[in-house]
């Protein structure tokens, strides 16, 4: 950086108030001030005040890059047109700057500031007085970018919050969603309040909105493999627009990183210490506008000054775009235009560095000397570095392999207790259950309604837990791999009525009807107890999610060499993007009945591991609204025929 630079720079600051208010003066006095719009105040201020410019100027000046205080100028003809100023005010204004600081300042500075006024007022006329859209048309994103920004300008977040949400559940990356939704949307809300069409408590809200929002999509985010590679990220003092450092960290993250971000204003000595904490590969630093250069170069001095020197350091943001080398003149060790390309830059700068490391211990030991049988051979350090990770990765294999026999001996252990304790209490509930039963059936005119109630809640409660045990009995079997089929010719049809007849108390409960249709078919190879288990997990599900008075049906057919077994209800339905996961254990779709019924989200995996144990396979075909249909397809095997078993 320019000596000269800096010492211009610092005489401006000294005397900004005074220049600003001559400044003031003679722009008044070559071009009367019109009234302001109503409304825009503030606006008309923030342009009209020769201080904005010369801060600007300043930070150019201190890192000798004319080009941050040309691209301001550009930026500004764009919001004078905005605010339907004067077509020549902020020529006449950079004039007025050109010739009172050749007045005030000494020879050497008043020329230098001369050059960058010079190059502010040549590039005016070619600038453009307006800036394209952000939202680029990239189908699907270009939809969604838009319905997402319409839904911020209104103040409605939960909308915005939805749309990202969903698409995200529905497949999305999370990279797409950052780099064609919240990049190209804070970008045209940055375009749409310099152009005077939004106001600054919008844009505000915009990108508070936004944050609010990637934070709900970081429990993914922090979900990715981590590599073992540490970065701090820090926004610098003063810095508003901390998103985009923030969408940087998440970047990182997602590529396997452990990022630590720090946020805005945090100290540099905190910084130093978070580095050394957690002993990071890499300080990302981030500046939005040029008036925050001269703090990130400040904060790269104090760095190097520190126990933390060797550290790679990452620039980025809007300055950097502009000024090709800015990084290399403020002592960063590179910068990159978005956050993909910050990704692979640290990613080559981190391996590059650690070579240059290994390198650097081998070039510092001695020569090998040459084996004589007195002398013993001499292994050259990279050698012996890549020796000692070997051994390392040897003993962390063995400790792995280790703790995996101990978890497996601790899932055996496990099971079995299971086993034990649903054998226990599988009978009992079950003598419970059936005396419960027939005392309802047999006392139907002689309960009282208040009696009947206290009976169905037994047995509600009877079957919900005798459910449980059998489906944790199930499932300790599923996840031992012992779960073995006692095959033996089957009535299907009987099989089927026999289920519906033991769901017959829980549909009358909820006032629901079951209806049964079935074709002639032979026996077939099955066990009994586990298919009545899954048909049975299907139609408790289908009572469950019923709104009462409405029917569950159960269809037994027969298409060329399998039987299918389908159970439809007339429910809610299941949205469509967590069909995928139904047959998932303990998932997290919503496991309580249209009364309140309660569930243990294993019924659905168990089914399907039980069908596709008979070499079969379930399905589902759900629409929202209208209900839910569960398939079930069986080969056609009978006693005669060679089982496939």
Known sequence: MSELGIRTAQTIQQQLRELAESISACVAARIPLSPAAPGSNGYVHAARDPRVHLTYLIDALSVDAPALFVDYIRWGK?????????????????????????????????????????????????APSEVPSFLIEVPPFDALA???????????????????????????????????????????VGRLWQMHQISVAQEHYVTAATQLIMTLLSPAILATPKKGLRLVAVCVSNEL??????????????????????????????????????????????????THVSAVAELIRQVRASAVKEALILVGGYPFNTVPDLWERIGADGTAPDAEAAVDLAEHLVTAAKIRTLREKHAAAPWPIRPTEETPISISPLYEEISRLNNELIDLHRELQKKN?????????????????????????????????LVYEASTETLSGQQR?????????????????????????????????????????????????????????????????????????????????????????????????????????????????????????????????????????DKTGTRGERGTGLGLAISKRIIEAHHGTIRVESTLGKGSTFIISLPLNTPGESSTQ
């Open 453 to 589: 109630h206290y009976l169905e809640t037994i047995i509600a409660s009877s079957n919900f837990m005798l459910k449980l045990v059998n489906d944790l009995l199930a499932a300790s079997q599923l996840e031992s791999g012992k779960l073995e089929l006692e095959l033996r010719p089957v009535d299907l049809e009987g099989l089927c009525r026999h289920v519906l007849e033991i769901s017959g108390i829980q549909a009358a409960s909820k006032e629901i009807t079951l209806e049964f249709a079935g074709e002639p078919l032979p026996e077939l190879l099955l066990d009994p107890l586990r298919i009545e288990q899954a048909v049975q997990n299907l139609i408790g599900n289908a009572v469950k999610f019923s709104d009462p008075g409405s029917r569950v049906e159960l269809r037994l057919c027969r298409r060329e060499r399998e039987v299918r077994i389908t159970v439809t209800d007339y429910g809610h339905g299941i949205p469509a993007d967590k069909l995928e996961h139904i047959f998932t254990p303990f998932t997290s779709i």
């Open 241 to 290: 627009h901390e998103v985009g450092a923030r969408m940087v960290a998440d970047f990182f993250e997602m590529a396997g990183w452990d990022t630590y971000y720090l946020g805005a204003n945090t100290p540099a000595e905190s910084v130093i210490s978070a580095m050394i904490q957690t002993e990071a590969d890499l300080l990302v630093i981030s500046a939005t506008l040029p």
């Open 405 to 437: 026999t101990e978890l497996h001996q601790l899932i055996e252990d496990k099971n079995r207790l299971i086993g034990m304790a649903s054998h226990d209490l599988r009978n009992p509930l079950t003598v419970i259950l059936g005396y419960g039963q």
């Open 78 to 126: 764009v919001l004078y047109a905005g605010l339907q100023l004067p077509e020549g005010e902020l020529s006449v204004t950079l004039e007025c700057i050109g010739d009172l600081l050749q007045q005030h300042l000494p020879p050497a500075q008043g020329a230098l500031v001369h050059g960058y006024v010079a190059a502010a007022l040549a590039a005016l006329p070619a």
């Open 146 to 188: 838009a319905q997402y920004l319409t839904a911020l300008l209104k103040g409605e977040r939960d909308t915005a919050m939805r749309l990202i949400l969903s698409a995200e559940q529905n497949g999305t990356p999370i990279k797409d969603l950052y780099l064609h939704v919240f990049q190209p949307v804070l970008r045209e």
